[in-house]
């Protein structure tokens, strides 16, 4: 079962010119042509939008709506710049990514062990504290559900749809939020009294044959939430990191060294799942004043195991860690990336044992869910904590 993740930069282009003009804020404005030659609206604000300001709006139309509208150039360098350092995040946060636009991406996060709901609730914050924009999140089984419940949850929203209510999910969403339902499928599909996703699933299919051909099987398909396209990433990727920021500063050091152990896991099991391995090893951390430290050691092979990870960062924090300081930040990053080749000694075969352990624990978590299996030390620090093992 996959879990994909689909993001959307919430009003991007405003968004970014309210990070270069903070007294835009709470105003209505659009980024967009001028009425004078004719422009449309590239993208509005919030405040724009409740006055009915739209996307692809022409500009003057949109100033009849909102007289007090302000009306800027677009700055595409500055929002490709943008653009660029997000996308880049979260190619070193997730094995694949497909970028659909400068504002839009899917993420296949199906091996990670924290879970799809808790990886956008990471990413979204952190793209918040990091970059300062906002962002929406839909969580599927599929890339149609999971786009839909970004498009739900607008804006700053996140929204999760569980394996098996996709269609339920849909059901009284209205038809134009269906994937390939524009103006005239959707004037033809009222003519049939229909207008909600779930009307359209239960249309009998010999009258959507009649009427669109095989393409209204298609339609049908999708109206039921069905979608098996993978996510294709075009882009090759030069390192893979994990990290969170605390909601509270930490700073016990064992509290730290256990943050470090599960950011290793998630690193390691991604490289896995994209079939990569490095010869990198990051640490990044961020004390309570925002003042930020890397750390890196090559090792003398590639990996893409657990183990090595962990340890290799937990020898780099405890070089820097001074105790009692609080952490407001860890990330853990493996860089230098290739294929998962090493020269094996004659006399070491350990590196390979551990290596089928966790293609063995992978393939258990793919099927049974990222809880399936779990190391003692967590098992231990739950049964701690009064909690349920």
């Known amino acids: ?205 010999g009258r959507l044959r009649t009427i669109f051909g095989e393409y209204g099987m298609e339609l049908a398909s999708r109206a039921r939430g069905e979608d098996d396209r993978p996510v294709q990433e075009t882009y090759e990727p030069h390192s893979m990191s994990a990290e969170t920021t605390f909601s509270k500063d930490i700073s016990d050091g064992e509290e730290l060294k256990r943050v470090l152990f599960v950011l290793s896991e998630r690193v390691g099991s991604r490289l896995r799942k994209a079939e990569l391995a490095g010869k990198t090893v990051r640490l990044k951390l961020r004390w309570a004043d925002f003042s930020t430290i890397t750390r890196q050691r090559q090792l003398s092979q590639v990996t893409d195991q657990d183990g090595e990870i962990y340890q290799t960062v937990r020898m780099l924090f405890e070089r820097v860690w001074t105790p009692r300081r609080r952490v407001r930040l860890l990330g853990v990053g493996v860089a230098d990336l290739g294929p998962p080749q090493r020269q094996l000694s004659l006399f070491d075969r350990s590196w390979e044992q551990d290596s089928r352990l966790l293609q063995a624990i992978d393939s258990i978590r793919r099927r049974y869910g990222s809880k399936a299996l779990r190391r003692a030390r967590q098992l231990d620090e739950d049964q701690g904590k009064g909690e349920a093992s």
């Not at 209510?165 to 849909?170: G, H, I, T, Y």
Request: proline residues 7%; hydrophobic residues 45%; charged residues 25%.
């Open 1 to 205: 079962m996959r879990t994909i993740l689909h993001v959307d930069l919430d009003a991007f282009f405003c968004s970014v010119e309210e990070l270069l003009q903070p007294e835009l804020a709470g105003c209505p404005f659009v980024v967009g042509g001028t009425p004078e030659g004719r422009g449309v609206v590239a993208s509005a604000s919030y405040p724009a939008r409740a006055y009915g300001v739209r996307s692809a709006m022409p500009t003057s139309h949109a100033l009849r709506l909102c007289p007090d509208l302000i009306v800027l150039p677009g700055r595409h360098a500055e929002y490709y710049e943008h653009s660029r350092r997000i996308m880049a995040f979260l190619r070193d946060c997730a094995p694949l990514v497909e970028q659909l636009s400068v504002d839009e991406a899917f993420l296949d996060v199906s091996d990670d062990p924290l879970g799809g709901e808790a990886v956008a609730m990471e990413l979204q914050s952190e793209i918040e504290v990091r970059f300062h924009l906002p962002t929406s999140w839909g969580v599927a089984s599929n890339k149609l559900v999971a786009k839909i419940a970004t498009e739900v949850g607008k804006p700053k929203g996140l929204i999760v749809v569980q394996p098996g209510d996709e269609r339920v999910f849909l059901a009284d969403l209205p038809v134009e939020m269906l994937w390939g339902v524009g103006p005239k499928t959707a004037e033809r599909l009222k003519a049939e009294n229909v207008h909600k996703i779930g009307e359209l699933a239960n249309m009998p299919q």
